[in-house]
């Protein structure tokens, strides 16, 4: 897609700071992807200071895979200290289908925050959506209804920017649609690949404001990099090790090569 090495160039160049309240599970690796990428992570959970790291952030991931009642309060005060400052969020709804709670705690955040971005499977989007599906655990489960239709709907219910990932990435708004058909199976083997995708499009939109191009680009690296990490493992172990190594490595030739995104 034109612009995805100008926009990962612009990353390494400036360094944004990438603020995230996330998942127990997969904030280390959250936080190495950053770094992979060239960005600046920093996970503040603590409602004490989430405010004030937020301000200084250019982007705030906030991540409710492994959620309570505390995490919730923190991510609203850093997202409403976002909003003042006109700094992007990516909602990550981890779980959204799953249990009440996650559910009831995922419609605060969008009701109370402006949300830049809403990440998530296809299950968990159509959840939001206001379709009649569950989601298994963290797992997507089959949705009857077209994605793409789902996610212009909530996409245009929120004013959002709305990605659905799975084995075709879709990233919707009210102007644009693109689908991002980058990855690798690989890539579904091991644990926190999509706390991992937030947290690149996280960098990405800290540097472009047009945030379904930055999406999809962030995507479309992801998926890039998993792919040829695949070619380079023998398992889930290190896959994820090279992984890091081929996002960190995406030169201009590869993404031109290998990207495949296309805008509806």
């Known amino acids: 897609m034109e612009g995805t090495v100008e926009l990962l160039n612009k990353i390494k160049e400036t360094k944004p700071l990438v603020h995230h309240i996330t998942n127990w599970v997969t904030i280390y690796d959250c936080a190495n992807i950053v770094r992979a990428v060239g ?16 301000k200084i952030a250019s982007a705030l991931v906030l991540n409710i895979g492994t959620l309570t009642n505390e995490l919730i309060e923190s991510m609203k005060i850093a997202g409403k200290a976002a909003n003042e400052k006109g700094i992007p969020i990516v909602l990550d709804a981890v779980g959204v289908g799953a249990t009440k709670m ?4 995922a419609a605060e955040l969008l009701n109370e925050l402006k949300i830049s971005i809403i990440k998530g499977n296809a299950s968990e989007i159509a959840k939001l ?11 997507a489960t089959e949705v009857e209804a077209n994605l793409i239709d789902v996610a212009k709907k909530l996409a245009n219910e929120k004013d959002a920017t709305v990605v659905i990932t799975g084995k075709e990435d879709i990233v919707a708004n009210k102007e644009s649609v693109y689908t991002i058909k980058n990855g690798h199976e690989m890539m579904g083997s091991i644990v ?8 690149v499009i996280g960098a990405f939109i800290a540097v472009e404001e047009d945030y379904a191009k930055a999406a999809a680009a962030a995507l479309a690296c992801f998926g890039i990099a998993g792919e040829m990490a695949s070619k380079r493992a023998s398992g889930p172990g290190t896959f994820k090790e090279y992984f890091y190594d081929e996002i960190h490595n995406l030169d201009e030739m590869t993404i ?3 990207g495949n995104v296309e805008k509806k």
Do not use: I, Q
């Open 256 to 258: 031109k090569d290998m």
């Open 39 to 54: 960005a600046l992570p920093v996970m503040a959970h603590a409602k004490e200071e989430s405010g004030d790291m937020a």
């Open 102 to 105: 996650r559910d009831d705690k």
């Open 129 to 139: 959506a206001g379709e009649d599906v569950k989601t298994k655990g963290v797992e």
């Open 192 to 199: 926190g690949t999509g706390c991992m995708a937030a947290s």
